[in-house]
Protein backbone atom coordinates (compact mmCIF):
# COMPACT_ATOMS: atom_id res chain seq x y z
CA UNK A 1 0.00 0.00 0.00
CA UNK A 2 0.81 3.81 -0.28
CA UNK A 3 0.94 5.70 2.07
CA UNK A 4 0.89 9.13 0.31
CA UNK A 5 -1.98 8.34 -1.16
CA UNK A 6 -3.58 7.07 1.55
CA UNK A 7 -6.55 9.75 2.92
CA UNK A 8 -7.90 9.30 6.58
CA UNK A 9 -11.73 10.29 5.98
CA UNK A 10 -12.29 12.91 8.31
CA UNK A 11 -15.49 15.22 9.56
CA UNK A 12 -14.50 18.30 7.78
CA UNK A 13 -14.23 16.37 4.72
CA UNK A 14 -17.43 15.64 5.00
CA UNK A 15 -18.79 19.38 5.72
CA UNK A 16 -20.08 21.82 2.57
CA UNK A 17 -19.02 25.51 2.79
CA UNK A 18 -21.49 26.47 0.40
CA UNK A 19 -23.95 23.51 -0.11
CA UNK A 20 -26.25 23.67 -3.21
CA UNK A 21 -29.73 25.50 -2.58
CA UNK A 22 -31.34 24.68 -5.97
CA UNK A 23 -34.54 22.04 -5.96
CA UNK A 24 -32.89 18.31 -5.60
CA UNK A 25 -32.92 17.21 -9.50
CA UNK A 26 -34.80 13.93 -10.01
CA UNK A 27 -35.03 11.56 -13.03
CA UNK A 28 -38.10 9.03 -12.82
CA UNK A 29 -37.75 5.82 -15.49
CA UNK A 30 -40.23 3.17 -15.79
CA UNK A 31 -40.25 0.03 -17.65
CA UNK A 32 -43.42 -0.77 -19.07
CA UNK A 33 -45.17 0.75 -22.27
CA UNK A 34 -48.52 -0.98 -21.38
CA UNK A 35 -51.85 1.36 -22.19
CA UNK A 36 -52.63 1.35 -18.38
CA UNK A 37 -48.74 0.52 -17.41
CA UNK A 38 -48.26 0.27 -13.13
CA UNK A 39 -45.32 1.02 -13.00
CA UNK A 40 -46.09 4.31 -14.82
CA UNK A 41 -48.67 4.86 -12.62
CA UNK A 42 -46.44 4.14 -9.68
CA UNK A 43 -43.96 6.59 -11.34
CA UNK A 44 -46.08 9.56 -11.79
CA UNK A 45 -47.53 8.63 -8.44
CA UNK A 46 -44.17 9.47 -6.86
CA UNK A 47 -43.36 12.44 -8.97
CA UNK A 48 -46.07 14.01 -7.14
CA UNK A 49 -44.72 13.15 -3.51
CA UNK A 50 -41.48 14.46 -5.13
CA UNK A 51 -42.66 17.45 -6.34
CA UNK A 52 -44.51 18.05 -2.70
CA UNK A 53 -41.07 17.78 -0.84
CA UNK A 54 -39.55 20.28 -2.96
CA UNK A 55 -37.81 18.08 -5.47
CA UNK A 56 -37.73 19.08 -9.55
CA UNK A 57 -38.34 15.90 -11.42
CA UNK A 58 -38.38 14.33 -14.47
CA UNK A 59 -39.62 11.55 -16.58
CA UNK A 60 -38.51 9.85 -19.29
CA UNK A 61 -40.86 8.20 -22.15
CA UNK A 62 -39.29 5.02 -23.25
CA UNK A 63 -41.76 4.71 -25.71
CA UNK A 64 -39.41 4.91 -29.17
CA UNK A 65 -36.21 4.40 -27.63
CA UNK A 66 -34.27 1.78 -29.68
CA UNK A 67 -32.37 -1.55 -28.05
CA UNK A 68 -29.21 -0.87 -27.16
CA UNK A 69 -26.47 -0.92 -30.03
CA UNK A 70 -28.89 -0.66 -32.09
CA UNK A 71 -29.24 2.44 -33.16
CA UNK A 72 -26.71 5.13 -32.80
CA UNK A 73 -25.87 6.85 -29.74
CA UNK A 74 -27.31 10.19 -31.49
CA UNK A 75 -30.61 8.85 -31.81
CA UNK A 76 -33.18 11.68 -30.49
CA UNK A 77 -34.36 9.22 -27.72
CA UNK A 78 -30.91 8.18 -26.55
CA UNK A 79 -29.87 11.93 -26.64
CA UNK A 80 -32.76 12.60 -24.55
CA UNK A 81 -32.18 10.08 -21.73
CA UNK A 82 -28.25 10.90 -21.69
CA UNK A 83 -29.31 14.43 -21.09
CA UNK A 84 -31.70 13.86 -18.74
CA UNK A 85 -29.05 11.69 -16.62
CA UNK A 86 -26.30 14.13 -17.02
CA UNK A 87 -29.22 16.87 -15.54
CA UNK A 88 -30.09 14.43 -12.73
CA UNK A 89 -29.06 14.31 -8.83
CA UNK A 90 -30.99 11.40 -8.31
CA UNK A 91 -32.73 8.78 -10.07
CA UNK A 92 -36.54 6.39 -9.67
CA UNK A 93 -36.19 3.69 -11.15
CA UNK A 94 -39.35 1.48 -11.28
CA UNK A 95 -39.73 -1.66 -12.98
CA UNK A 96 -43.14 -4.62 -13.74
CA UNK A 97 -41.83 -8.09 -12.48
CA UNK A 98 -41.70 -10.18 -15.45
CA UNK A 99 -41.02 -13.67 -15.74
CA UNK A 100 -38.91 -13.36 -11.91
CA UNK A 101 -36.97 -10.17 -13.41
CA UNK A 102 -37.43 -6.58 -14.60
CA UNK A 103 -38.19 -5.87 -17.95
CA UNK A 104 -36.08 -5.57 -21.40
CA UNK A 105 -37.56 -1.96 -21.58
CA UNK A 106 -35.74 -1.31 -17.90
CA UNK A 107 -32.82 -2.78 -18.66
CA UNK A 108 -32.73 -1.08 -22.27
CA UNK A 109 -32.99 2.39 -20.51
CA UNK A 110 -29.99 1.64 -17.56
CA UNK A 111 -28.02 0.03 -20.70
CA UNK A 112 -28.25 3.55 -22.87
CA UNK A 113 -26.70 5.24 -20.01
CA UNK A 114 -22.55 5.27 -20.32
CA UNK A 115 -20.50 4.69 -17.59
CA UNK A 116 -18.54 7.26 -18.38
CA UNK A 117 -18.75 9.94 -21.59
CA UNK A 118 -15.25 11.49 -21.59
CA UNK A 119 -14.06 12.58 -18.08
CA UNK A 120 -17.90 12.56 -16.49
CA UNK A 121 -19.62 9.80 -15.27
CA UNK A 122 -23.49 10.52 -15.14
CA UNK A 123 -24.68 8.09 -12.91
CA UNK A 124 -21.19 7.98 -10.47
CA UNK A 125 -22.43 9.85 -6.95
CA UNK A 126 -26.05 10.04 -7.67
CA UNK A 127 -28.82 8.77 -5.67
CA UNK A 128 -30.86 6.05 -6.16
CA UNK A 129 -34.35 4.59 -5.48
CA UNK A 130 -35.68 1.20 -6.57
CA UNK A 131 -39.27 0.66 -7.02
CA UNK A 132 -41.28 -2.60 -8.89
CA UNK A 133 -44.94 -3.72 -9.23
CA UNK A 134 -46.08 -7.28 -9.58
CA UNK A 135 -49.61 -8.81 -10.65
CA UNK A 136 -49.32 -11.58 -8.42
CA UNK A 137 -47.61 -11.88 -4.66
CA UNK A 138 -45.03 -9.45 -3.42
CA UNK A 139 -41.90 -10.28 -4.68
CA UNK A 140 -38.52 -8.59 -4.67
CA UNK A 141 -36.66 -9.70 -7.82
CA UNK A 142 -36.78 -6.66 -9.74
CA UNK A 143 -35.87 -4.26 -6.87
CA UNK A 144 -33.12 -6.70 -6.39
CA UNK A 145 -31.76 -6.78 -10.00
CA UNK A 146 -31.68 -2.36 -10.38
CA UNK A 147 -30.08 -2.35 -7.00
CA UNK A 148 -27.00 -4.54 -8.34
CA UNK A 149 -27.03 -2.16 -11.42
CA UNK A 150 -27.43 0.89 -9.43
CA UNK A 151 -24.18 -0.44 -7.62
CA UNK A 152 -22.22 -1.21 -10.94
CA UNK A 153 -23.36 2.15 -12.07
CA UNK A 154 -21.81 3.40 -9.00
CA UNK A 155 -25.08 5.20 -7.45
CA UNK A 156 -26.10 5.69 -3.99
CA UNK A 157 -28.72 3.50 -3.71
CA UNK A 158 -31.09 4.19 -0.85
CA UNK A 159 -32.06 1.41 1.95
CA UNK A 160 -35.55 1.70 1.57
CA UNK A 161 -37.38 0.13 -1.61
CA UNK A 162 -40.99 -0.48 -2.39
CA UNK A 163 -42.77 -3.52 -4.20
CA UNK A 164 -46.42 -3.38 -4.71
CA UNK A 165 -48.30 -7.05 -4.93
CA UNK A 166 -51.56 -7.42 -7.21
CA UNK A 167 -50.87 -3.81 -8.89
CA UNK A 168 -54.15 -4.09 -10.67
CA UNK A 169 -55.89 -3.66 -6.91
CA UNK A 170 -54.02 -0.84 -6.11
CA UNK A 171 -55.22 2.25 -8.24
CA UNK A 172 -58.43 3.52 -8.86
CA UNK A 173 -59.74 3.95 -12.84
CA UNK A 174 -58.25 7.42 -12.99
CA UNK A 175 -54.84 6.46 -12.47
CA UNK A 176 -53.81 7.34 -8.69
CA UNK A 177 -52.83 5.16 -5.90
CA UNK A 178 -55.74 4.26 -3.34
CA UNK A 179 -54.37 4.59 0.38
CA UNK A 180 -52.75 1.68 1.48
CA UNK A 181 -49.30 0.71 3.27
CA UNK A 182 -48.08 -0.08 -0.24
CA UNK A 183 -48.46 3.69 -0.90
CA UNK A 184 -47.10 4.79 2.54
CA UNK A 185 -43.86 3.06 1.98
CA UNK A 186 -43.81 4.50 -1.28
CA UNK A 187 -44.41 8.07 0.58
CA UNK A 188 -41.29 6.96 2.66
CA UNK A 189 -38.81 5.74 -0.51
CA UNK A 190 -39.34 9.34 -1.72
CA UNK A 191 -38.93 10.94 1.65
CA UNK A 192 -35.77 9.08 2.26
CA UNK A 193 -34.39 9.58 -1.67
CA UNK A 194 -34.84 13.53 -1.24
CA UNK A 195 -33.17 13.31 2.12
CA UNK A 196 -29.86 11.08 0.62
CA UNK A 197 -29.74 13.48 -1.91
CA UNK A 198 -29.64 16.46 -0.22
CA UNK A 199 -27.27 14.67 2.16
CA UNK A 200 -24.95 13.83 -0.35
CA UNK A 201 -25.41 15.47 -4.04
CA UNK A 202 -22.44 17.86 -3.01
CA UNK A 203 -20.21 14.89 -2.01
CA UNK A 204 -20.42 12.61 -4.67
CA UNK A 205 -16.78 12.85 -6.08
CA UNK A 206 -15.33 12.60 -2.26
CA UNK A 207 -17.82 10.07 -1.22
CA UNK A 208 -16.50 7.83 -4.42
CA UNK A 209 -12.67 9.06 -4.32
CA UNK A 210 -11.07 5.66 -4.46
CA UNK A 211 -7.53 4.69 -3.46
CA UNK A 212 -7.29 1.92 -6.37
CA UNK A 213 -7.87 5.10 -8.96
CA UNK A 214 -5.72 7.52 -6.48
CA UNK A 215 -2.69 5.11 -7.17
CA UNK A 216 -3.53 4.14 -10.84
CA UNK A 217 -3.02 7.91 -11.61
CA UNK A 218 -0.20 7.78 -9.69
CA UNK A 219 1.38 5.37 -12.03
CA UNK A 220 0.31 7.08 -15.01
CA UNK A 221 2.25 9.82 -13.91
CA UNK A 222 5.27 7.74 -13.08
CA UNK A 223 5.12 6.38 -16.37
CA UNK A 224 5.38 9.40 -17.98
CA UNK A 225 7.96 10.94 -15.98
CA UNK A 226 10.14 7.83 -17.08
CA UNK A 227 9.16 8.51 -20.84
CA UNK A 228 10.41 11.83 -20.24
CA UNK A 229 14.06 10.37 -18.46
CA UNK A 230 14.52 7.79 -21.25
CA UNK A 231 13.85 10.41 -23.90
CA UNK A 232 16.27 12.93 -22.31
CA UNK A 233 13.69 14.92 -22.06
CA UNK A 234 12.51 16.63 -18.03
CA UNK A 235 9.24 17.79 -17.36
CA UNK A 236 8.36 21.21 -16.89
CA UNK A 237 8.07 22.96 -13.90
CA UNK A 238 4.37 23.24 -12.39
CA UNK A 239 3.37 20.09 -15.34
CA UNK A 240 2.93 16.90 -15.80
CA UNK A 241 3.87 16.28 -19.44
CA UNK A 242 7.10 16.55 -21.07
CA UNK A 243 8.79 19.96 -20.83
CA UNK A 244 9.08 20.70 -24.34
CA UNK A 245 5.76 19.58 -25.85
CA UNK A 246 3.49 23.02 -26.77
CA UNK A 247 0.62 23.68 -25.05
CA UNK A 248 2.36 22.62 -21.53
CA UNK A 249 3.49 25.87 -20.28
CA UNK A 250 6.84 25.46 -21.26
CA UNK A 251 9.01 27.97 -23.35
CA UNK A 252 10.65 26.60 -26.48
CA UNK A 253 13.98 26.37 -26.51
CA UNK A 254 15.81 29.97 -27.80
CA UNK A 255 16.46 29.70 -31.56
CA UNK A 256 20.19 29.76 -31.81
CA UNK A 257 21.76 33.03 -34.06
Known amino acids: MNMDLLEVP ?19 LYGSLRERSYSR ?22 TGLPLPDDAPE ?14 SEGMVWCSPERHGAMTGIMKSQID ?20 QVSGGSQSFNAVNQMRVLGRWMRMLTIPNQSSVAKAFTEFTEDGRMK ?20 LTR ?3 PYLLDRYSERKETAADL ?4 DLAAATGCTP ?3 TTGCGCAPGNGAQRPPVKA
Do not use: C
Not at 10 to 28: I, K, W, Y
Not at 112 to 131: D, F, Y
Open 236 to 238: AAG
Open 222 to 225: AERV
Open 202 to 204: DLG
Open 179 to 198: PSPFYDRVVDVMEELVKFTL
Open 10 to 28: TPDRLTVSAPSRHRPRLLL
Open 74 to 87: THPKVSELRELATW
Open 112 to 131: WIPLSTGSVRPTQGKTLAVM
Open 41 to 62: LLTFEAARLLEALGAEVRIFNP
